[in-house]
């Protein structure tokens, strides 16, 4: 595979802990940060490694647009960097699609996968979204979507209390690169990896919220169904940022999967 040419180079890895590799992928819209929220006290067990995707965090633009496979070997060229042989992966949302493509196309290099409130392909209606989103990021800026994007995100009592996961993103939106954002949902919108399903190996965990959508509820069981060593567990109450809403139950949940063979 050639060379991703989206910036792997600027990427940083950021580290914590000690013990066996994780690194974790962040949602659209966010950052590596998201994992000092949803999976604050792994770094007992495992080096949790996080990075910001292009055009995300500190992360620059990509050069020019890109597609799912891509920000996968991004991921190699990371690993190959670092001399990370093998780890633990898990992704939530956009960065569960790319740990999907990473994990069935690099099976060698993934121990065990979490895979949360994510899918290998967005329904028809879903991909329109995409698009509209992508315009409206480029000409209103990535805060504009804030007050339609929340109660996706976040259950209403979670939002109403305002607490430091709901600021974190709100923060995260605010600054946002409307082209960043973008080019993400279009390599979202574009996606399908329903054939590399039956590609992954490692033990999979999927993780998702009771209260998300049917989409991604429907997605989630597909995944159970399709990756040949998977198993489903439901956060609740939540929604798409299950991990960020019910970061303890997510923390229990993944360290109990990955001791297995930490």
Do not use: K
């Not at 180079?9 to 998201?34: A, F, K, N, Q």
């Not at 190959?80 to 690099?106: K, P």
């Not at 989103?133 to 990535?142: L, Y």
């Not at 390599?187 to 590399?196: E, N, S, V, W």
């Amino acid at each position: 595979m050639s060379p991703s040419s989206i910036g792997a180079e600027t990427i940083r890895l950021h580290r914590r802990g000690g013990g066996p590799p994780l690194v974790l992928l962040h949602c659209l819209g966010v950052d590596h940060r998201l994992w000092e929220i949803a999976a604050a006290d792994l770094d007992r067990d495992f080096t949790v490694m996080s990075l910001d995707f292009p055009g995300h965090g500190a992360a620059p633009l990509p050069q020019r647009p890109y597609g799912i496979e891509d920000l996968s070997q991004m991921l190699v060229e990371l690993f190959d960097r670092e001399a990370i042989g093998r780890a633990h992966l898990g992704g939530i949302s956009l960065g569960g699609l790319v740990a999907q493509h990473f994990a069935a196309a690099h099976p060698e290099r993934v121990d065990r996968l979490i895979l949360m409130d994510t899918t290998p392909r967005y329904t028809e209606e879903m991909r329109q979204m995409w698009a509209v989103r992508a315009r409206q990021a480029r000409a209103e800026g990535v805060a504009s979507l804030l007050g339609n994007l929340l109660p996706v995100w976040f259950t209403p009592d979670f939002v109403a209390s305002d607490p430091a996961a709901v600021r974190y993103v709100r923060n995260c939106f605010e600054n946002d690169s409307g082209e960043g954002y973008a080019l993400a949902c279009e390599a979202l919108g574009a996606a399908d990896l329903r054939a590399l399903a039956p590609r992954i190996a490692a033990p999979t965990l999927i993780v998702c919220g009771d209260q998300e959508s049917a989409a991604f509820q429907d997605a989630a069981r597909w995944l159970e169904s399709n990756i040949p060593n998977a198993r489903l567990a439901w956060l609740s109450p939540a929604r798409h940022a299950s991990v960020l809403e019910r970061p303890e139950e997510f923390t229990r949940l993944a360290r109990a999967f990955l001791a297995v063979s930490a």
